[in-house]
Nanobody
């Protein structure tokens, strides 16, 4: 079992930055691949980024590549999403998720989910 708690969301102006954190409980955090997803108003949940258990592999959706960076610190049981050059269309509830095995953009493959943190980008 892994419990995930996101933090770091808030209100920011377009062009600004935020760093989201995902704190995980349990001693097996380092064995899980981690992903970030988001759900904007009136939209389906979509994949944002994922990272392998070691941090050696990452994958991003095209709309955030070059602006967002996913990382993890296994010693702190925490995953991060650094978001730069934010745009109003990045406004969403952001969720972190964990899965065994390799990384994927398919939300159905993730076993554990956090409650989400709101990110609002004003124009």
């Amino acid at each position: 079992q892994v419990q995930l708690v996101e933090s770091g969301g808030g209100l920011v102006q377009a062009g600004g930055s935020l760093r989201l954190s995902c704190a995980a409980s349990g001693r097996t955090f380092s064995s899980y691949s981690m992903g970030w997803f988001r759900q904007g108003p009136g939209k389906d949940r979509e994949f944002v980024a994922s990272i392998t258990w070691s941090g050696g592999g990452t994958y991003y959706t095209n709309s955030v590549r070059g602006r967002f960076t996913i990382s993890r610190d296994n010693a702190k049981n925490t995953a991060y999403l650094q978001m730069n050059s934010l745009k109003p269309e990045d406004t969403a509830v952001y969720y972190c998720a964990a899965k065994g095995g390799g990384i994927t953009s398919n939300s159905r493959n993730y076993d554990y989910w956090g409650q989400g943190t709101q990110v609002t980008v004003s124009s």
